[in-house]
Nanobody
Framework: QVQLVESGGGLVQPGGSLRLSCAAS????????IGWFRQAPGKEREGVSC????????YYADSVKGRFTISRDNAKSTGYLEMNSLKPEDTAVYYC??????????????????WGQGTQVTVSS
C-alpha cells in the first residue's frame, strides 16, 4: 500500500525554523519526484517546492526561495523540507506528494496521485 506520512509541523515564532519530513512506504521513493504543497484556510492549495528523481533538481515558489530547502534521502525513503526565517504567511497545512513514477516535477497538484495526510505549520508570536 502506497503511503506518505508527513511529520515535523508545529507552532513556531516568526523568524524560527522547522524541518518537515515525508516518509514513504509501499513504493520505491527514489523513482518519484517529491512535491511539497501547502494550503491555508480559505485559500487554494499551492506548490511550495519539488525535487526531481534524477540529479535532485529542485524548484521553489518565489515566496519561499532563499528560506526553504528541499532534499531527499532515498536510502531512508524520506523527503525533507527545511524551513527557515518563517513568516506568519507561511502558516498552512503542508502536504508532501508524489506524481507518477519517473515523472518530472509538476506545478499542478492534480498531477500528483499520492498524498500524505498533511502537517500543520503555524507561525505566530
Amino acid at each position: 500500500q502506497v503511503q506518505l506520512v508527513e511529520s515535523g509541523g508545529g507552532l513556531v515564532q516568526p523568524g524560527g525554523s522547522l524541518r518537515l519530513s515525508c516518509a514513504a512506504s509501499g513504493f520505491t521513493l527514489e523513482h518519484y519526484a517529491i512535491g511539497w504543497f501547502r494550503q491555508a484556510p480559505g485559500k487554494e492549495r499551492e506548490g511550495v517546492s519539488c525535487i526531481s528523481t534524477s540529479y535532485g533538481i529542485t524548484y521553489y515558489a518565489d515566496s519561499v526561495k532563499g528560506r526553504f530547502t528541499i532534499s531527499r534521502d532515498n536510502a531512508k525513503s524520506t523527503g525533507y523540507l527545511e524551513m527557515n526565517s518563517l513568516k506568519p504567511e507561511d502558516t498552512a497545512v503542508y502536504y508532501c506528494a508524489a506524481p507518477d513514477a519517473f515523472s518530472p516535477c509538476q506545478r499542478n497538484p492534480r498531477e500528483y496521485g499520492n498524498w500524505g495526510q498533511g502537517t500543520q505549520v503555524t507561525v505566530s508570536s
